[in-house]
């Protein structure tokens, strides 16, 4: 069994031998990753903790059905996570482009079905409305989606290859956009610029890790780097915001922007959530103010500034305590993609880390003022059905590649096949 060739090996899998195999030598616990379970669980019980302080002080009337509500997502997240870590990488590969245009359709929703009022507050149509409320926010599924093709598209590319070349960069390059360009069509129209910096950063880690040449990644970089370094510019004078917003660059984009830069400039007008946020971290101190104590009033602190409520109340031990399991969550995560010996679940894996590690640094840096507002939430923790059974759907995928991790035999380096050198097309990069 340790000399096996690869297309031996191929047979066995196919035929349900070595599944068949590892079963017997496996069990349940031992193909569990605990050590990735452990931090999410943790981020969860303390997203209910600083939910209920929140919700408490801000709408006590609504306590009962807030909570009832998020444990109920949690709960429908946790089952849904447990289903996705069953399907092994050959299931996922077959039904990603049905999950796609899925995830496609069901981001048009909201510019058809939306609430006025949610869309006067926020500037964006980024939420399904019906029966009198908003019932989930597609583009929250659409990421899982998203990720699962890239990673399809990057896999199936590579494998045609024979010799990876310079201008085969340029090609691959143009796919994944392809991929990308209806997401952001859509997300353009919703006006929801947050959420598409989260794609942009799946984007990003998909083509570092897929192996583009730095010649190309730079150059884009420094680009982008003008672009928004430009962007910041123009906010600064009358004439540039003129531009900005004939550009079609919202009003509420510009003075989120403003409140970035000087949060305390207009305190009690448009950059208050900001000012506010910032005193709220501020008051806690070291170790907090203590549970359930909330002196300052912060704007949608249940959901986008929720960093505060845990600054306030617990102060820089409690928030650093935070920081350090979203620490140990993307650690586990990236150890569990260097570890992986397939192809497809490598881009998988890496496209989840991604958008959780945005959402952290994005939603932490807003809060503590190094970052503007956008308005994401910060993973397990933040209010919200759709984020939360989102973010669970996303542990299940990194947890199903250590629940039907194919074993490694001696003298089979198939399941290694690097990314950039010369290659051949093998049998393992879906299986």
């Known amino acids: 069994m340790l000399f096996l060739s690869p297309k031996c090996l191929y047979f066995l899998m196919q035929n349900g031998i070595i599944d068949i195999m590892k079963k017997q030598k496996l069990t349940f616990d031992s193909r569990i990753d605990y050590a990735l379970i452990l931090p999410v669980f943790l981020l969860n019980l303390i997203g209910l903790l600083v939910l209920y302080i929140a919700t408490n002080h801000d709408y006590p009337h609504r306590l009962a059905k807030v909570m ?172 540039g915001r003129d531009f900005l917003k004939s550009a079609g660059m919202g009003n509420y984009q510009i003075l989120r922007i403003d409140a970035w830069l000087d949060p305390f400039a207009n305190a009690q007008g448009s950059t208050y959530q900001q000012a506010q946020g910032l005193v709220a971290i501020g008051t806690g101190g070291l170790v907090g103010q203590g549970f359930n104590v909330v002196n300052v009033s912060v704007p949608v602190r249940e959901s986008d500034m929720i960093f505060t409520v845990i600054g306030e109340n617990f102060g820089f031990i409690g928030s650093s305590f935070v920081i350090l399991l979203y620490f140990i969550f993307i650690y586990r995560m990236i150890r569990v993609t260097i570890r992986a010996n397939n192809q497809f679940y490598i881009y998988v894996s890496t496209g989840i880390t991604m958008m959780i590690l945005f959402h952290v640094f994005e939603n932490i840096g807003a809060n503590i003022g190094v970052l503007p507002l956008t308005g994401i939430p910060l993973p397990f923790i933040s209010q919200g059905g759709s984020s939360l059974i989102g973010n669970l759907i996303g542990l299940g995928l990194v947890l199903s590649m250590t629940y039907n991790h194919i074993p490694v035999f001696p003298h089979d380096n198939s399941h290694y096949m690097p990314i950039r050198a010369k290659r051949s097309r093998t049998d393992n990069a879906v299986l």
């Open 68 to 239: 009832t509500q998020q444990i109920t997502w949690g709960v429908a997240g946790v089952i849904l996570a447990f289903i996705v870590m069953h399907f092994n990488a050959k299931m996922l590969w077959k039904f990603t482009p049905v999950l796609y245009g899925l995830g496609l359709v069901l981001m048009a929703l909201p510019l058809k079905f939306f609430d006025p009022l949610t869309v006067a507050a926020t500037g964006a149509k980024n939420w399904v409305y019906l029966g009198g409320s908003n019932l989930f926010q597609p583009s929250e599924f659409m990421k899982i989606s998203y990720i699962l093709l890239m990673a399809r598209v990057v896999v199936a590319f590579q494998n045609r290859l024979k010799d990876r070349l310079f201008k085969d960069d340029f090609k691959l390059i143009l796919y994944m956009f392809l991929v990308t360009l209806p997401v952001m069509i859509l997300l353009g129209a919703q006006k929801d610029f947050g959420t598409a910096l989260v794609f942009m950063a799946v984007f990003a880690g998909m083509v570092i890790v897929s192996g583009i040449s730095w010649r190309i990644i730079l150059p884009v970089v420094g680009l982008v780097a003008l672009i928004g370094g430009g962007i910041i510019f123009l906010t600064t004078f009358d004439g």
